[in-house]
């Protein structure tokens, strides 16, 4: 693009613009800190107009419907329509008790009555209102059921959709569907979408775990609880189309949230601001906050809702366990005293988990140790020492007596509830592991570790069966779903690098193709043997090629050269004794390499590097490789180039062509050096022979 137009009319800095909505008048309007309006005329490239009047920065800027009408809102929380032909001030309103960072005009068409023109505006506060003007007043209506949960940023309003948007200061974009009111009420707003685009970093999620109504809670840098739903094709007018994935943001805690914990339709949530809160959704899909728990004097670390819902426990930098009573079907809007408290560790605890018989309770600590605790009376059952440094997190069996910890020694340690005795230690992070959950029935456990990477280990082994690097920084966040509504398992992860990463358990399909694999490769080596029975070397090559049997294509193109006796070959041509003339297998060998070349170029020539570096083989890779450079054409280098470049970026390999054709090079002028010194030495063979009357002259290979 290029510069169009420049105008130099405030003194200091532009705090907004924004374009007149009638492309044919081209008139952009700007306000800067001199506290000034100015109105420039983009075809003359002057400015037309001056408007003074505020007596603090112009925060947002609108058009009347008509665009005669400019509407401005500034911090001096005064609202001030604009004549843009008479170049005056029409109108000076007071504005809501707040900084004003957004303004929208909304007109919707009356039935058999006049239009009606509502202003929108959005602030600090997070509430819209609503205003109307009447004569030289204005009535308002505030919008606070709407549950922004930041400061309002932008407002947009979709006249085609009958949609506001709004922007809050956490870049979360809140669609409402504007719907008329009765006669002369104002609108009403109905939530239909959210998207939440800044999560920063992900501290805690759960699953649903509720069939009926997959959800899952994440807890961000924020004092809102988001609350996501995964997209689903639904059928709409006959067509089957894909619902947006939606996101709500639940408002109550006043600082950061640490954990949450999900049973069914209830979420808990612990935060910083030295509380718990129990959220619940409705049949209709509407959330609530159940019961407000007060009694931590310190941040709320983690806690665990019982699958009972008949009580839960915390954990905070109080050093206290907690426990509370919980009741689901007369709830109090605020608990102030928790039904048993003890202090647990010496230091921060960072984790508490409760046994899937709710008979135990866990928590770990910066102290090193892990303590079991009874569920009922929270009497010390058990202390686990073992980690060098802090434990971050542990995870019961879902089956067996056996409990997993994750430690800031980067290591993962399986302990049994019997005595207490680590029966396993897994190695394999670089640094602190964060999260970790048993996953298949207990067979398996997931870990999360400060080096982005997820791990998984197998019990009975103890060892790690895979890694998954997706994650850039620390990942604070793990979950499990062994078995959501479509019957897959499935893995939710989230990091300090702001990213949620949903995983689909593949090991079933991956079996089924181990296997479908496993059974077309049988078919393909005894396709491959048949083809060699009947000499049909040049078929059996390709197959062994295309089948990916290295050894194989070695063996085929070794039978394939055998039977030529070698007698094209440029390294061995002048060793060939006289003799019936063998046959011409050049136009077979060029065959097999043109094909190879044709289907996988990358392979084929990674084969022909591997050969040519072992001494067994070289013999192979210079003939296929004198075939495959005398048909490339010199002036196509540079696609050929480009065809390895996307072969290696598709192998994940490092090194480019220009690398290969040196390796190649280097190999083959010590092949070549070695076939020179058994030349030389054959002539000394040949000597003796010929000296010890062996050889008549007549039977020298090298004539004197």
């Not at 949609?163 to 109905?190: H, N, Y």
């Not at 005293?337 to 984790?351: E, F, L, Q, Y």
């Not at 220009?658 to 002539?683: C, G, N, P, Q």
């Amino acid at each position: 693009g290029y510069q169009t137009h420049l105008f130099k009319a405030h003194r200091g800095g532009v705090r907004s613009v924004t374009f007149h909505p009638d492309a044919r008048k081209l008139l952009l309007v700007s306000a800067g800190e001199d506290l000034l309006v100015k109105v420039h005329d983009l075809v003359m490239n002057t400015c037309v107009a001056s408007l003074p009047g505020h007596t603090s920065y112009v925060a947002a800027m609108a058009f009347s419907a008509e665009g005669a009408k400019l509407i401005t809102a500034a911090n001096d929380r005064e609202l001030r329509i604009w004549d843009l032909r008479g170049r005056r001030c029409l109108l000076t309103l007071p504005v809501p008790a707040e900084d004003v960072h957004a303004l929208a005009l909304v007109k919707i068409k009356g039935q058999g009555q006049p239009d009606a023109v509502f202003l929108f505006v959005g602030g600090t506060s997070g509430v819209l209102t609503a205003m109307v003007v009447r004569g030289r007043g204005a009535e308002e209506k505030k919008y606070e059921d709407l549950h922004i949960p930041a400061a309002v940023s932008k407002l947009f309003y979709l006249k085609r959709k009958r949609t506001l948007v709004v922007v809050d200061a956490e870049q979360s974009i809140i669609f409402f569907k504007v719907e008329p009111g009765t006669g002369e009420e104002f609108p009403r707003l109905r939530r239909i979408h959210c998207v939440a685009a800044n999560y920063d970093d992900v501290i805690d999620l759960r699953f649903s775990r509720s069939p009926s109504f997959p959800f899952y809670a994440v807890a961000t840098n924020s004092p809102a609880l988001r609350v996501a739903f995964p997209g689903h094709p639904a059928k709409e007018n006959g067509q089957v189309t894909a619902r947006y994935r939606d996101t709500l943001l639940l408002s109550g805690h006043t600082d950061i949230i640490m954990a949450v914990d999900s049973r069914g339709d209830y979420i808990l949530s612990a935060s910083k601001d030295n509380t718990l809160r129990l959220w619940r959704v409705s049949e209709d899909g509407t959330w609530a906050c159940l019961t407000t728990f007060r009694g931590h004097t310190a941040s709320v670390t983690s806690c665990s809702l019982a699958p009972s819902l008949l009580f839960c426990v915390s954990v905070a930098n109080d050093m206290t366990l907690k426990r509370w009573a919980v009741n689901i079907d007369d709830p109090a809007a605020d608990v102030r005293s928790a039904t048993r408290t003890i202090v647990a560790h010496d230091k921060d605890v960072n984790c508490v988990r409760l046994s899937p018989n709710e008979a135990l309770i866990a928590t770990s600590s910066l102290d090193k140790t892990i303590k079991l605790w009874v569920a009922d009376t929270l009497t010390l059952h058990m202390v686990l020492s073992g980690h060098k440094r802090g434990v971050w997190d542990v995870s019961f069996s879902p089956v067996e007596k056996l409990l997993a910890s994750a430690g800031a020694d980067a290591q993962v340690k399986l302990w049994s509830l019997d005595d207490g005795s680590c029966v396993a230690t897994l190695e394999g992070h670089l640094t602190s592991v964060l999260k970790l959950s048993f996953l298949a029935a207990g067979l398996e456990v997931l870990s999360a570790g400060a080096d982005g990477l997820l791990k998984l280990w197998n019990v009975k082994k103890s060892t790690c069966v895979a890694t998954f690097p997706r994650h850039d920084d620390k990942v604070w966040a793990l979950d499990v779903l062994d078995e959501d509504e479509d019957g897959r398992r499935r893995v939710l992860s989230g990091g300090a690098d702001a990213r949620i990463v949903l995983w689909d358990d593949v090991t079933a399909e991956e079996e089924a193709k181990k296997r479908e694999q496993t059974k077309e490769l049988v078919l393909a080596q005894q396709k491959y043997y048949n083809l060699l029975r009947e000499r049909k070397y040049l078929d059996a090559a390709k197959l062994a090629f295309d089948t990916r049997m290295t050894k194989s294509f070695a063996q085929a193109v070794e039978k394939l050269l055998s039977a030529s006796l070698f007698s094209r070959e440029v390294v061995y041509a002048d060793l060939v004794t006289a003799g019936p003339p063998a046959p011409d297998m050049s136009g077979e060998i060029n065959e097999l390499v043109q094909s190879c070349a044709n289907s996988r170029l990358g392979d084929f020539l990674t084969i022909l590097r591997d050969w040519n570096t072992t001494a067994r083989y070289s013999r192979l890779a210079q003939t296929l490789l004198q075939s495959f450079l005398s048909n490339v054409d010199p002036l196509a280098m540079d696609e050929l180039k480009q065809q390895w470049k996307k072969a290696a970026e598709e192998r994940k390999e490092s090194m480019t062509f220009d690398k290969l054709i040196e390796v190649l090079l280097v190999y083959s002028e010590r092949h070549l050096a070695r076939v020179r010194r058994f030349h030389k030495r054959a002539f000394y063979l040949d000597f003796f022979l010929h000296r010890a009357s062996l050889l008549d002259e007549s039977e020298l290979l090298f004539k004197p």
